[in-house]
């Protein structure tokens, strides 16, 4: 019996669950479980495959490179390997490999070799968690865990990062406000992305004008 969309959806969604037991705090399961709810919420108003939105939100971080020495082969390998496995056809697990090969940030000067619509939407539920108070919480408890400082005035945020350089910073945590969260408002693909990530962008902003107050012994 050929497996239906919802089962192979539902077998997906238990495999990254496992697979995603022990991962950093800001990747795991349940950044998986929110980016696959603003997916589907945004995918409700853009003309997409809603099948393929799911498999690629769900996989999106199934194997993240930056807790594989770098390496960005894995995830799309991992992905297809499993999704031939319960007998996805050819098209959807080629596309869904093609999402996560294309879909990380790999920092501001770096230009897609892709593009689909389901790549983004997911690139701006993707985008969307990484905003607003989620965001601060991931990108403090990744710091924590690449044992990070907090912010050191000395040390100013790189706007011009190569892609490499992107993915080997070792900067203080405060710094990738500015060169990644910052730049994630202007940079959403959907309408509705946009229009959510507003408020998301506007939290960052009242949390950094805090941040710099308390650091000064303003408040």
Do not use: C
């Not at 697990?93 to 093609?98: D, F, L, P, R, Y």
């Not at 730049?183 to 949390?207: C, Q, S, W, Y």
């Amino acid at each position: 019996m050929t497996p239906t969309q919802e089962n192979i959806i539902q077998k997906t969604a238990h495999f990254v669950e496992v697979t995603l037991e022990n991962a950093e705090g800001g990747h795991d399961w349940w950044h998986i479980q929110r980016v696959w709810n603003l997916a589907n919420r945004i995918a409700e108003k853009e003309d997409a495959d809603k099948f393929v939105v799911a498999l690629g939100a769900l996989l999106h971080d199934i194997a993240d490179a930056k807790f594989h020495n770098g390496d960005e082969t894995i995830g799309p390998k991992k992905a297809k390997e499993f999704l031939y496995s319960i007998e996805v056809d050819t098209s959807t697990v080629e596309h869904v490999a093609q999402i996560i090969e294309h879909i990380s940030f790999k920092g501001g000067n770096h230009a897609l070799s892709f593009f689909s619509k389901e790549l983004a939407i997911i690139q701006d539920a993707d985008r969307l968690d990484a905003l607003g108070a989620i965001g601060i919480a991931r990108t403090f408890n990744y710091g924590g865990y690449k044992n990070r400082i907090i912010y050191d005035p000395n040390i100013k945020p790189n706007l011009n990062m190569t892609k490499e350089e992107y993915k080997n910073s070792s900067a203080p945590t405060i710094n990738h406000f500015y060169e990644k969260l910052l730049l994630l408002k202007d940079r959403m693909n959907t309408p509705t992305g946009k229009v959510m990530a507003i408020h998301r962008h506007r939290f960052l902003e009242a949390f950094l004008e805090e941040f710099y107050n308390e650091w000064e012994g303003k408040l």
